[in-house]
């Protein structure tokens, strides 16, 4: 079943492989090594017999000479509708993460905070807004307001734990963690809006 399962796999990329474009196979072909040998040689084929190679002796040349994968902490891929799906993937989980200060904001309300709660209710929308800007239209000139309203709620944040007594050590690795992923997102984010733009 699984052989079965394999060739079917094969058969359907090559396949998807004549419905690439030429640059696409290039593409394919200047990172070669990073392929399964399968995928290599389905990929070698193609290249010969739309003469984008005369033989396989061709992909030695300087023109597809691949240079080493390095570690990257933002990994950009080279494809346009990649970044944009990786783009909608973050704003995405961003405009959730906006649900958090809009419930400590009725929290508030309910031992009368009211000026509080309502800063924490008007910051949760303007960060939904800003996220769902970036998801349906990628506009890089709202992530510096993300980037702001995550900044001044670390501080928030810092300061009431720091005010608080008694807290254990998950009580701070909970929050910290949580905002080093926020961060983190944030100028993934960034790179992939930039990168959209050029």
């Known amino acids: 079943m699984k052989n079965k399962d394999e060739d079917e796999f094969w058969k359907r990329l090559e396949q998807q492989m004549k419905e690439y474009s030429d640059e696409e196979i290039i593409l394919v072909l200047n990172k070669l090594k990073l392929y399964e040998p399968t995928a290599q040689k389905l990929a070698l084929s193609e290249a010969i017999r739309r003469g984008i190679i005369h033989s396989e002796q061709d992909i030695w040349s300087e023109k597809f000479r691949t240079e080493p994968s390095r570690f990257s902490l933002f990994p950009c891929p080279e494809k346009k509708q990649t970044i944009l799906k990786i783009v909608r993937s973050i704003s ?107």
């Open 92 to 198: 995405r989980a961003l405009l959730v993460a906006g649900v958090i200060p809009l419930i400590f904001g009725f929290l508030k309300f309910q031992i009368f905070k009211y000026a509080e709660g309502s800063a924490m209710i008007l910051t949760g929308l303007i960060w939904m807004t800003s996220a769902w800007i970036i998801f349906t239209k990628q506009d890089c000139r709202f992530w510096p307001l993300l980037f702001v309203i995550a900044s001044m709620s670390f501080f928030y944040v810092a300061r009431i734990l720091v005010l608080l007594k008694g807290l254990r050590v998950m009580d701070y690795v909970v929050p910290a963690i949580f905002f080093l992923l926020v961060l983190y997102s944030l100028f993934y984010l960034r790179k992939l809006l930039l990168k959209l733009v050029q």
